[in-house]
Each structure stands twice: as structure tokens, then as C-alpha cells.
């Protein structure tokens, strides 16, 4: 099969299957291509082993990277259309012992379906995630790993957010979807538009609410925060494995307690757990490619920082103390939001065990 040919069956047949990622790794003896569907990597057919030049060069054409440059990392990105849907793919090139690895993220178009109602959480996250972005400023974090979901959530309140009467302002890298009637701003380090140079300049361009893609430094947060305090809704993320542990990573970055207290207003931590194919119940099928799921969606922790907890904060107090005080306020984990959807019958123990760090 001709290259090219090859190469657009590879990205439709990857779209069709619901793919996130496509990986694309030379060998010593063979190609492997494989598929990222519902967090886990699946094997597809690959062409022979003496293919591969020609494969990752056309996938590197058709994204603008330079074909010529095989020692440095790369970055690129292309966009098709595949049965009426706009599918934009960013691409990464890492140089191995054995060629090019290439990974293609699949970055679906659907603005309109990004609503907080079909994230997945439970009515009392939800009721609590919307009185903390209903307050008139602070910083809202969205913490987990990478692959958990956080910058479709971030969408979520993005979307629920977006009135007429309001400037929205983002700073992303990269910017992953289109969302009408918000400024986005996509970061590139290499011209010098960091995180923190962009937040600078969108707070001169009076922001009601500013979307931050990631804390990823102490400047960044020092800015952050300072926007939070002086009237804006900052949103963010984190990576760290519950919603307790944010607070702890910001003092690990340096940042005064006093101000964390006074500028978080709340913390929402998630994972994307597997649903049960409902062609098979679990047994599985073709649909579900006899893995017994279908799917995912996500489960979260909302924690609400009220001035009752400010002293916890400022006086430094260890992570389990503060995850014993906030589950008495009435912050449910995330291991009671998986365990809700086993007991509904939606996903597994298996599941369970897979996804959440147990801290109870």
C-alpha cells in the first residue's frame, strides 16, 4: 500500500476506533503502532520493518516538521476531516536507539458537548464545584495525572462560565479546543511567551476570569495568585494524586501559606475510570475489542476552601491531617466516587484498585 494511503487509513481507522494517541515506534526487528483507547494502548497492524523511514517522513511532511532533523525532539501538527468531523492532531517526534518514535494526540473538535453535567460527577461535587466558581474571584485548581481528564474539565467550567458580560482569557499549551467567545492564547516558550509572561499581560487587558493550562513553577503561582487576590477567577491544574495534596505542592514551590489560604477557594481532583461495554456486560466483544469496557468518565473530589481551614494552612499542617479534616467537613474521595459507580453497576473492583491511590 502506498504511504500516503497508508498513513490516512492509520489516522481514520485510529479516529473511528476512539483513539486519544497514536504511537508509532521503530524497533530493532519490527515497527509497533498502537492506539491509546480509554487510557490503555492497543497493537494494530503495522507495515514491515524497512517501511518505517518513509512512514514517519510523510507523517512529518504532512505535520511541517523538518525531515531532515533526526537527532532533536519536534513538534508539529496537522488537521483533517473524517466523516464530517474536524480532528486536530498535534505531533511529537523523539529520537530513539532504533529512529524516530512518533506520538500523534488526537484532539476531537466538540466544544459543544463539554458541559459540567456530563463530566460524571455526583450532584453534591457538582453543587459544590458551582458555588466555588460562583464566588467573585480566587483560584480554582483541577489536580491528577496526566491522561485524568483536567483540561476537559477546565472546558467544562469554561463553558459554564461563558456569559456575554464577562472577558474570558486563557494561556494554553497547546490550545486543544475552539471555544467561542473566549481569548485564547496559545503559549510558546521558544519566543519567549511563557506561562508567566502571558498571565502578566493578560491581567493588563482586564480579565473577569483567567484560564491558566498549568502551574508549572513558583513564578507562575506567585502570579497566579496575586490575579486571584485582587478580584479575578483564576482556573488551573496541578499534578498531584488528590485534592489535599495541591495545597502541599504549592508550599513546596515556595509559596507563602498566608497567601494560599487567602487566594484558593477550591481544589477539584479527578480520574477517568473504564465504563462496562453495555454490548457485552462486561464479558467481552468486538465492540469493545473483548476488553469488557467501553468507554470512560470521570470521578472527582471537590474540596471547598473555607476561612475555617485557612489556620490548617497557614500553620503548615501534614497532608493527612488536612485530608482527615476536609473528609469531615463532607469532601467524598475519590475512591467513594469509584466505589458509587461499582455498586451502580457502571464499572468494576478491578477498576477500583487500577485507578485510585487509597488514602482512607
Wanted: proline share 4%; hydrophobic share 40%; charged share 25%.
Amino acid at each position: 500500500m502506498e504511504t500516503a494511503t497508508f498513513v490516512t487509513r492509520l489516522l481514520e481507522e485510529a479516529i473511528d476506533a476512539g483513539a486519544s494517541d497514536l504511537h508509532i515506534e521503530p524497533g530493532a526487528e519490527r515497527l509497533r503502532i498502537r492506539q491509546r483507547v480509554d487510557g490503555f494502548l492497543i497493537p494494530v497492524d503495522a507495515p514491515p520493518r524497512e517501511e518505517t523511514a518513509p512512514l514517519i517522513s510523510r507523517i512529518k511532511v504532512m505535520g511541517h516538521l523538518d525531515i531532515g532533523e533526526k537527532r532533536l525532539p519536534q513538534d508539529g501538527a496537522l488537521s483533517l476531516t473524517h466523516r464530517g468531523e474536524k480532528v486536530d492532531v498535534r505531533i511529537s517526534s523523539l529520537p530513539t536507539l532504533y529512529g524516530e518514535k512518533l506520538v500523534l494526540r488526537l484532539l476531537r473538535n466538540r466544544p459543544g458537548k463539554m458541559t459540567l453535567s456530563e463530566l460524571g460527577m455526583g450532584e453534591t461535587e457538582m453543587k459544590r464545584l458551582r458555588e466555588i466558581i460562583g464566588r467573585p474571584g480566587g483560584l480554582v485548581l483541577v489536580t491528577g495525572p496526566t491522561g485524568a481528564g483536567k483540561t476537559t474539565s477546565l472546558y467544562a467550567i469554561l463553558q459554564e462560565l461563558n456569559r456575554e458580560e464577562w472577558n474570558l482569557v486563557t494561556l494554553e499549551d497547546p490550545v486543544e479546543f475552539q471555544l467561542p467567545g473566549v481569548n485564547q492564547i496559545q503559549v510558546n516558550n521558544k519566543s519567549g511567551l511563557t506561562f508567566a509572561r502571558g498571565l502578566r499581560a493578560v491581567l493588563r487587558q482586564d480579565p473577569n476570569i483567567i484560564m491558566v493550562g498549568e502551574i508549572r513553577d513558583k513564578e507562575t503561582a506567585d502570579i497566579a495568585v496575586r490575579a486571584a487576590l485582587t478580584g479575578h477567577l483564576v482556573l488551573s491544574t496541578l499534578h498531584t494524586v488528590d485534592a489535599c495534596s495541591s495545597i502541599t505542592r504549592l508550599l513546596d514551590m515556595g509559596m507563602e501559606p498566608y497567601r494560599i489560604a487567602s487566594a484558593l477557594t477550591g481544589v477539584v481532583a479527578q480520574r477517568l475510570v473504564r465504563l462496562i461495554c453495555r454490548g457485552c456486560g462486561g464479558k467481552g466483544c468486538d465492540a469493545c475489542r473483548q476488553s469488557g469496557y467501553k468507554n470512560r468518565t470521570g470521578v472527582f473530589e471537590v474540596l471547598a476552601v473555607m476561612e475555617d481551614f485557612h489556620p490548617l494552612i497557614v500553620d503548615r499542617e501534614p497532608l493527612s491531617r488536612l485530608r482527615r479534616t476536609f473528609r469531615k467537613a463532607g469532601m467524598r474521595s475519590l475512591s467513594d466516587g469509584v466505589l458509587e459507580k461499582v455498586m451502580r453497576g457502571e464499572t468494576t473492583l478491578s477498576e477500583f484498585h487500577r485507578v485510585v491511590d487509597v488514602h482512607d
